[in-house]
C-alpha cells in the first residue's frame, strides 16, 4: 500500500490545518442542533420517560447490557447516553453536543482513511501532496456536511449511529495501518490488527448495522490495497491468509445478527414474510439503493419519514424506475471493473452496507430513512475526493496549475452549500412541532398525521388533536393503535364513551390489543365501574403478561375497593415486570390511605430514586412526614415538588400549610 509521501514542515503543519478545518466547518453545520430538545420520535420512549439509562451503577449497566427497547441491542450506545444524564442530567443539549462532536471525530476519521484509500489508489500523485489531502479533505466534507447526516446527528436516539460509525471508522483505520505493516508477521504480533477487531466489537455493541464491516475490508482488499485478487490471485498462500483473517470479523458479525433480529422482532419491528412478500422486499431494497444515491445528489425535500404505503405495486414506476438506475450502475460497475475498478469497488461497498436495513430485513413502516445512509455514503464521499484529485490533475496537465485552482474553488462552492442545507436542516429538528410539520408538507402520512395529533393532545388543543386522528385513522382503517391513541385523547376530554367505541374499534381490528383493553379499563376506572375495569386488566395482562403499567392499575382500582393486600400484589408484579417509579408511588399511596406512613415513606423514596423528576412521589412523600409531625421534613419535600414542578398547586397549598405549622412564613 502507497504511504503519505515524506511532507515539508509547511505541509506538516497545513495538512493539521486542513483537518481541523473540516471538524470545524462540521461543528458548525450542526450547531443548530445543540439548541434542540427531546423530540416526539422515540426520544419520549427511550429518555424522557425512561429511569433506567440514567446513571452507570450496576442496575442501570445490568438493564444496558439486557435491554432491547424498541426492537435494538445497543449497550454500548446506552452506556454513552448514562454517561451523559451523569454530567447533564435531562437537559437535551448535552446531549445533543455529544452527538455532534462524535460526528466531527467522525469527519476526522473519514478524512485519514480517505487519505490512506486514496494513496494506496492513487500513488503516482503522492509527490504532490496538496491535490492528495485537499482530496480526502473533500471526501471528509462531503461526507460531513451533508444533509442527509442530520437525522443521525440532531436526533437524540440516532447516537448509535454517530458512535457505531466512529468505530467502524477507527476500525478501518487500524486495518489499512496494519495494511502497511510487513506482510510476513504473525497475526498475533499485529497490534493494529487487533485494535481494528476491537474496535469493531465495540461498533456491533453499539449498532448492529456495522455487521457487513468483513465485506468492507475484503472489498478493500481487492481495491485499493490490491492485495486479493488480480496478479495477486485468489487462492494462494498469500492470499489465504487474508481470507482467514477474516474470521474472527465473520464470528462477530455471526454472534450479533441473531440478536439484532430477536431484538427487532421483540420490538415488532420487523415485518413478517406474510405482511410483506418476497417481490415486495426486493423492491423496496432496489427503491432504497437509488433512494439514496438520488438523495446524495439532490437533498432536497428530505424528511424525518418517508411512509411505506401498502398494498405495494412492485411494477409501479417509482420502483422500475429505481431498478433501472440500480441496473445501469451495476452494469457500468462490471465493464468498468478494470479501467475504473474504484467505481465497482464503492458500489459493492454500498449495496453491502445497505442490505441490514434494506426491504429484505424491513424494519418498520418506513421505506427508506435518511439515517440508513450514514455509512453507506462513505465510499460515494472518497470515490468524489478521488474524483477532485483526477479533475485537478487533469487541468493542472492541460492548463497549468493557476487554473486548476478552479476545482477547490468548485469544490469549496459544493461544501458551502452542503452545509448550509444541512444547517436548515438541522434547525427543523428543534422541537416536535417543527419536525411533523415539515414532514407533514413534505409527506402526509399516516404517522405524521400521529404524532402531530399527540403533540396537539399534549398542547391542550382538542380539535386539532381530533382532525389529525381522523385523517391518520382514514389513512390507515387497519392501524389498532392509532384508534387507542385517539380514544385516550377523547378520555382526557371527558368523552369517555366515545372513548370506548375507539377502544372498542381497536380491537375490532386486533382482537389482541393490550393497549386496548389497559386504556378501556382506565375509562371505566374513571367513572367508578371497578368491576368492568380489573375485567379489561386482567385481559390485557393475559395478552401482555409484561405489561407492568396495567398491573399497577390494575392495584389502583383494588386498592379503591379497599383490597389492599390484593393491590399491593399487583404493585408487587408491576415491580416485577419493570421497576418503574408509579408502581412504588402508587403502593406508597395505599400504605398512607392505611395509616402506615413510614412505609408508605419507602416506596415514595424509592420512587423518586427511579424517576427524580416524580414531583408526585415528593408531594406524598411530604403529606407523610407531615402525618407524623415531620414538619421541617415535609418542606423540603414540598418545595423538591415545586422545583420540578413550579405550577403544582395541591404542593403549593400542602407547603404553606406546613410552614405554617412549623411556625414559618408561607412562601409567596
Given at each position: 500500500?502507497?504511504?503519505a509521501?515524506?511532507?515539508?514542515?509547511?505541509?506538516?503543519?497545513?495538512?493539521?490545518?486542513?483537518?481541523?478545518?473540516?471538524?470545524?466547518?462540521?461543528f458548525?453545520?450542526?450547531?443548530?442542533?445543540?439548541?434542540?430538545?427531546?423530540v416526539?420520535?422515540?426520544?419520549?420512549e427511550?429518555?424522557?420517560?425512561?429511569?433506567?439509562?440514567?446513571?452507570?451503577?450496576?442496575?442501570?449497566?445490568k438493564?444496558?447490557w439486557?435491554?432491547?427497547?424498541?426492537?435494538?441491542?445497543?449497550?454500548?450506545?446506552?452506556m454513552t447516553?448514562?454517561?451523559?444524564?451523569?454530567?447533564?442530567?435531562?437537559?437535551?443539549?448535552?446531549?445533543?453536543?455529544?452527538?455532534?462532536?462524535?460526528?466531527?471525530?467522525?469527519?476526522?476519521?473519514?478524512?485519514?482513511?480517505?487519505?490512506?484509500?486514496?494513496g494506496a489508489?492513487?500513488?503516482?500523485?503522492?509527490?504532490d501532496?496538496?491535490?492528495?489531502?485537499?482530496?480526502?479533505?473533500?471526501?471528509?466534507l462531503?461526507?460531513?456536511?451533508?444533509?442527509l447526516?442530520?437525522?443521525s446527528?440532531?436526533?437524540?436516539?440516532?447516537?448509535?449511529?454517530?458512535?457505531?460509525?466512529?468505530?467502524?471508522?477507527?476500525?478501518i483505520?487500524?486495518?489499512?495501518?496494519?495494511?502497511?505493516?510487513?506482510?510476513?508477521?504473525?497475526?498475533?504480533?499485529?497490534?493494529?490488527?487487533?485494535?481494528?477487531?476491537?474496535?469493531?466489537?465495540l461498533?456491533?455493541?453499539?449498532?448492529?448495522?456495522?455487521?457487513?464491516?468483513?465485506?468492507?475490508?475484503?472489498v478493500?482488499?481487492?481495491?485499493?490495497?490490491?492485495?486479493?485478487?488480480?496478479?495477486?490471485?485468489?487462492?494462494?498462500?498469500?492470499?489465504?491468509?487474508?481470507?482467514f483473517e477474516?474470521?474472527?470479523?465473520?464470528?462477530?458479525?455471526?454472534?450479533?445478527?441473531?440478536?439484532a433480529?430477536?431484538a427487532a422482532?421483540?420490538?415488532?419491528?420487523?415485518?413478517?414474510?406474510?405482511g410483506?412478500?418476497?417481490?415486495?422486499?426486493?423492491?423496496?431494497?432496489?427503491?432504497?439503493l437509488?433512494?439514496?444515491?438520488r438523495?446524495?445528489?439532490?437533498?432536497?425535500?428530505l424528511?424525518?419519514?418517508?411512509?411505506?404505503?401498502?398494498?405495494?405495486?412492485?411494477?409501479?414506476?417509482?420502483?422500475?424506475v429505481?431498478g433501472?438506475?440500480?441496473?445501469?450502475v451495476?452494469?457500468?460497475?462490471?465493464r468498468?471493473?478494470?479501467?475504473w475498478?474504484?467505481?465497482?469497488?464503492?458500489?459493492?461497498?454500498?449495496?453491502?452496507?445497505?442490505?441490514?436495513?434494506?426491504?429484505?430485513?424491513?424494519?418498520?413502516?418506513q421505506?427508506a430513512?435518511d439515517r440508513?445512509?450514514?455509512?453507506?455514503?462513505?465510499p460515494w464521499?472518497?470515490?468524489?475526493?478521488?474524483?477532485?484529485?483526477?479533475?485537478?490533475?487533469?487541468?493542472s496537465?492541460r492548463?497549468?496549475?493557476?487554473p486548476?485552482?478552479?476545482v477547490?474553488?468548485?469544490?469549496a462552492?459544493?461544501?458551502?452549500?452542503?452545509?448550509?442545507?444541512?444547517?436548515?436542516?438541522?434547525?427543523?429538528?428543534?422541537?416536535?412541532?417543527?419536525?411533523?410539520?415539515?414532514?407533514?408538507?413534505?409527506?402526509?402520512?399516516?404517522?405524521?398525521?400521529s404524532?402531530?395529533?399527540?403533540?396537539?393532545?399534549?398542547?391542550?388543543?382538542w380539535?386539532?388533536a381530533?382532525?389529525?386522528?381522523?385523517?391518520?385513522?382514514?389513512?390507515?382503517?387497519?392501524?389498532?393503535?392509532?384508534?387507542?391513541?385517539?380514544?385516550?385523547?377523547?378520555?382526557q376530554?371527558g368523552?369517555?364513551?366515545?372513548?370506548?367505541?375507539?377502544?372498542?374499534e381497536a380491537?375490532?381490528?386486533?382482537?389482541?390489543?393490550?393497549?386496548?383493553?389497559?386504556?378501556?379499563?382506565?375509562?371505566?376506572?374513571?367513572?367508578?365501574?371497578?368491576?368492568?375495569?380489573?375485567?379489561?386488566?386482567?385481559?390485557?395482562?393475559?395478552?401482555d403478561?409484561?405489561?407492568a403499567?396495567?398491573?399497577?392499575?390494575?392495584?389502583?382500582?383494588?386498592a379503591?375497593?379497599?383490597k389492599?393486600?390484593?393491590?399491593?400484589?399487583?404493585?408487587?408484579?408491576?415491580?416485577?415486570?419493570?421497576?418503574?417509579?408509579?408502581?412504588?408511588?402508587?403502593?406508597?399511596?395505599?400504605?398512607?390511605?392505611?395509616?402506615?406512613?413510614?412505609?408508605?415513606?419507602?416506596?415514595?423514596?424509592?420512587a423518586?430514586?427511579?424517576?427524580?423528576d416524580?414531583?408526585?412521589a415528593?408531594n406524598?412523600?411530604?403529606?407523610?412526614?407531615?402525618?407524623?409531625?415531620?414538619?421541617?421534613?415535609?418542606?423540603d419535600?414540598?418545595?423538591?415538588?415545586l422545583?420540578?414542578?413550579?405550577?403544582?398547586?395541591?404542593?403549593?397549598a400542602?407547603?404553606?400549610?406546613?410552614l405554617?405549622?412549623?411556625?414559618?412564613?408561607p412562601?409567596?
Amino acid at each position: 500500500m502507497a504511504a503519505a509521501p515524506a511532507a515539508p514542515p509547511t505541509w506538516r503543519r497545513a495538512r493539521s490545518w486542513i483537518v481541523v478545518g473540516a471538524v470545524v466547518a462540521t461543528f458548525i453545520a450542526f450547531a443548530p442542533s445543540v439548541l434542540s430538545q427531546f423530540v416526539d420520535w422515540d426520544d419520549l420512549e427511550n429518555f424522557t420517560v425512561n429511569p433506567f439509562y440514567r446513571g452507570l451503577d450496576w442496575s442501570h449497566l445490568k438493564w444496558m447490557w439486557t435491554t432491547t427497547l424498541l426492537g435494538h441491542y445497543v449497550p454500548v450506545t446506552w452506556m454513552t447516553l448514562g454517561a451523559d444524564y451523569l454530567v447533564w442530567g435531562m437537559n437535551p443539549a448535552g446531549y445533543h453536543l455529544t452527538n455532534v462532536v462524535l460526528h466531527c471525530a467522525n469527519v476526522a476519521l473519514v478524512y485519514l482513511v480517505a487519505l490512506r484509500l486514496l494513496g494506496a489508489a492513487m500513488g503516482a500523485l503522492a509527490g504532490d501532496p496538496l491535490p492528495w489531502r485537499l482530496g480526502a479533505a473533500f471526501a471528509a466534507l462531503v461526507f460531513g456536511v451533508h444533509p442527509l447526516r442530520v437525522e443521525s446527528v440532531a436526533w437524540i436516539t440516532e447516537r448509535r449511529d454517530v458512535l457505531s460509525g466512529f468505530f467502524y471508522l477507527f476500525a478501518i483505520l487500524a486495518y489499512l495501518r496494519d495494511a502497511d505493516a510487513e506482510p510476513g508477521r504473525s497475526i498475533r504480533r499485529r497490534a493494529w490488527y487487533w485494535v481494528a477487531l476491537g474496535s469493531f466489537a465495540l461498533g456491533l455493541l453499539a449498532k448492529a448495522m456495522v455487521v457487513t464491516l468483513p465485506l468492507v475490508l475484503l472489498v478493500l482488499d481487492v481495491y485499493p490495497l490490491r492485495r486479493v485478487g488480480g496478479a495477486r490471485g485468489w487462492w494462494n498462500a498469500e492470499t489465504r491468509r487474508r481470507w482467514f483473517e477474516k474470521l474472527p470479523f465473520l464470528v462477530g458479525s455471526a454472534v450479533v445478527i441473531p440478536i439484532a433480529l430477536v431484538a427487532a422482532r421483540r420490538g415488532a419491528n420487523l415485518v413478517p414474510i406474510a405482511g410483506l412478500g418476497i417481490a415486495d422486499r426486493l423492491a423496496i431494497g432496489v427503491y432504497g439503493l437509488a433512494f439514496y444515491v438520488r438523495k446524495m445528489v439532490a437533498p432536497l425535500g428530505l424528511s424525518p419519514f418517508y411512509a411505506l404505503r401498502t398494498p405495494l405495486e412492485p411494477l409501479g414506476a417509482p420502483f422500475v424506475v429505481s431498478g433501472l438506475v440500480v441496473a445501469g450502475v451495476t452494469v457500468a460497475a462490471i465493464r468498468l471493473r478494470r479501467r475504473w475498478p474504484a467505481l465497482g469497488a464503492a458500489w459493492l461497498v454500498y449495496v453491502g452496507t445497505l442490505v441490514p436495513v434494506s426491504g429484505v430485513f424491513q424494519n418498520g413502516p418506513q421505506i427508506a430513512a435518511d439515517r440508513y445512509s450514514y455509512l453507506p455514503s462513505l465510499p460515494w464521499a472518497v470515490l468524489l475526493g478521488a474524483g477532485a484529485i483526477v479533475a485537478w490533475r487533469v487541468w493542472s496537465e492541460r492548463r497549468g496549475r493557476a487554473p486548476a485552482l478552479a476545482v477547490p474553488a468548485a469544490a469549496a462552492l459544493v461544501v458551502i452549500v452542503l452545509a448550509v442545507l444541512t444547517w436548515l436542516q438541522a434547525s427543523l429538528w428543534r422541537d416536535s412541532e417543527r419536525l411533523w410539520s415539515h414532514a407533514l408538507a413534505i409527506d402526509p402520512s399516516s404517522m405524521v398525521h400521529s404524532h402531530l395529533a399527540n403533540l396537539r393532545r399534549q398542547q391542550g388543543r382538542w380539535a386539532d388533536a381530533d382532525e389529525h386522528y381522523r385523517a391518520a385513522t382514514s389513512m390507515r382503517p387497519d392501524a389498532a393503535h392509532l384508534q387507542v391513541n385517539w380514544g385516550i385523547a377523547l378520555a382526557q376530554q371527558g368523552k369517555l364513551g366515545e372513548a370506548v367505541n375507539r377502544y372498542r374499534e381497536a380491537l375490532r381490528i386486533s382482537p389482541r390489543s393490550a393497549d386496548a383493553h389497559h386504556h378501556w379499563g382506565n375509562a371505566l376506572f374513571a367513572i367508578g365501574e371497578l368491576d368492568e375495569a380489573i375485567g379489561h386488566y386482567r385481559e390485557a395482562v393475559r395478552i401482555d403478561p409484561d405489561a407492568a403499567e396495567v398491573y399497577s392499575n390494575w392495584g389502583r382500582a383494588l386498592a379503591q375497593q379497599g383490597k389492599r393486600n390484593a393491590a399491593i400484589a399487583m404493585y408487587r408484579e408491576a415491580l416485577r415486570v419493570a421497576p418503574h417509579s408509579v408502581p412504588h408511588y402508587n403502593w406508597g399511596n395505599a400504605l398512607f390511605a392505611a395509616g402506615e406512613f413510614e412505609e408508605a415513606i419507602q416506596h415514595y423514596r424509592e420512587a423518586v430514586g427511579i424517576n427524580p423528576d416524580a414531583a408526585e412521589a415528593y408531594n406524598n412523600w411530604g403529606r407523610a412526614l407531615a402525618q407524623q409531625g415531620r414538619w421541617d421534613e415535609a418542606i423540603d419535600k414540598y418545595r423538591q415538588a415545586l422545583r420540578i414542578r413550579p405550577i403544582y398547586p395541591l404542593a403549593s397549598a400542602n407547603l404553606d400549610e406546613a410552614l405554617a405549622r412549623a411556625g414559618r412564613a408561607p412562601a409567596r
